[in-house]
């Protein structure tokens, strides 16, 4: 099996930033990429970024791209998710997730395409 924990939720003002972590553990993890994804109540998931684990491809949500920074420490086994300039709509629960190795097509942003995923981090911006 597969353990994915994640951390760094919080509450935060507007314009501030948060650090996620997230760590991936377990004989069967044969990871080919993490991702994050965030659910605000009342809303569906969405994809907020992931990242291969090999090399060094990165995707992002359009809204993420100029205040979000995805990245990796391979030796830790975890990936971070840099948020900055926080706004109140960014307040949500935050889920990693793992992607296995796979030779099909990787949809980065469809949660489908992750196997295994954490309980997810409250994150709450006020105004």
């Known amino acids: 099996q597969v353990q994915v924990v994640e951390s760094g939720g919080g509450l935060v003002q507007a314009g501030g930033s948060l650090r996620l972590s997230c760590a991936a553990s377990?004989?069967?993890?044969?990871?080919?990429?993490m991702g994050w994804f965030r659910q605000a109540p009342g809303k569906e998931r969405e994809f907020v970024a992931a990242i291969r684990w090999l090399g060094s491809s990165t995707y992002y949500a359009e809204y993420a791209k100029e205040r979000f920074i995805i990245s990796r420490d391979n030796v830790k086994n975890t990936v971070y998710l840099q948020m900055n300039s926080l706004k109140p709509e960014d307040t949500a629960v935050y889920y990693c997730a793992v992607r296995q190795y796979s030779r099909d097509a990787f949809y980065y942003a469809d949660g489908i395409q992750y196997q295994y995923w954490g309980q997810g981090t409250q994150v709450t911006v006020s105004s």
């Open positions: 377990g004989r069967a993890l044969n990871r080919y990429a």
